[in-house]
């Protein structure tokens, strides 16, 4: 096999071990814990969908693969829940160390490419990187709503820390941070976030 099919294949299977990644967020409607697969997926779509509501104009195709790509680094990094301060600590260093061996099975130019896109979603800077991490944050938040907070219930979060999260969606949406909002509102008045 040519040896440049056989880097792309062997990290094509790599891929494949994110569907085990499970993370703290239920499923809609009090399913399962969703795996980082189905996460990244969900959220790609999503950018294509609320596209509209960009605070800038972004190129949707780079924005679907940084939201698509953004988690591969938890195949061996782990997942880090969202308000865990403590797995925080040591989150960078370990995705960064996952990024370099993960993007690095590929071809350098394929995997330069991804490397930097991945780097790109992190530093949050540019049109696309914003909205992606808006997609990134809204996603759990809907699905949690759905749930009626069951998530939040569980780890007993409260309001002042899902705003510490979504007000960086401001910088990819202000149309979806009102959203947002607006669910937090409704969720600290069911009792399902701690009212600080």
């Known amino acids: 096999m040519d040896e440049r099919l056989k880097k792309q294949m062997a990290f094509a299977l790599k891929l494949d071990e994110e569907k085990n990644i499970f993370r703290q967020t239920h499923l809609s409607h ?4 969703e795996n980082d697969a189905e996460h990244a997926w969900h959220m790609a779509i999503m950018a294509y ?9 972004i190129d949707i195709g780079r924005t679907m693969l940084m939201c698509l ?7 061996e990094a782990g997942d880090t829940y969202a308000y865990d301060e403590e797995g925080k600590k040591t989150q960078k260093e370990r995705e960064a160390k996952a990024a370099k061996d993960i993007f690095g099975m590929l071809p350098e130019d394929q995997g330069k490419k991804l490397y930097d896109l991945f780097y790109e979603f ?3 800077k540019t049109p696309e990187s914003k909205f992606a991490h808006a997609m990134d944050n809204l996603q759990p938040l809907m699905l949690n709503n759905s749930n009626n907070g069951g998530d939040w219930k569980e ?3 409260s309001k002042s820390q899902v705003y510490g999260r979504q007000n960086r969606t401001k910088e990819g949406s202000e149309v979806l941070f009102d959203y947002t909002d607006q669910l937090i509102k409704q969720n600290v008045k069911k009792g399902n976030l701690k009212d600080e």
């Open 155 to 157: 780890h007993g979060v």
């Open 49 to 57: 969908v609320l596209q509209e509501y960009s605070n800038e104009d």
């Open 122 to 124: 992190e530093d949050a």
């Open 69 to 75: 790509i953004h988690d591969v680094v938890e195949i």
């Open 30 to 33: 009090h399913g399962r814990n």
